[in-house]
């Protein structure tokens, strides 16, 4: 499932990253959007870019270039 698919107010676990995707895993990673990490859907901008999540107590933008080599879940 990708980040773009969930609705404000949906929340998610991280499951893992895409191959190939070292620039933004290393930024998602030190933001602390850890595998196994629940994150919460805060809101999406009006045409779905960049959409910010709730992790780990911190609110941080994801553009639609880093959500997709997120691998996420509905929790």
């Known amino acids: ?8 107010g949906t929340k998610g676990v991280i499951t893992g990253y895409e191959a190939g995707s070292s620039n933004y895993r290393r930024r998602l990673l030190v933001l ?6 629940v994150f919460e859907v805060v ?11 709730r992790v780990r ?12 080599v997120m691998r996420v879940a509905r929790r």
């Open 57 to 68: 107590g911190s609110l941080i933008s994801v553009r639609k270039d880093e959500a997709q």
């Open 43 to 53: 809101r999406v901008a009006p045409l779905g870019d960049p959409v910010e999540i």
């Open 32 to 37: 602390g959007a850890t595998p196994g990490t």
């Open 1 to 8: 499932m990708q980040l773009k698919n969930f609705m404000p």
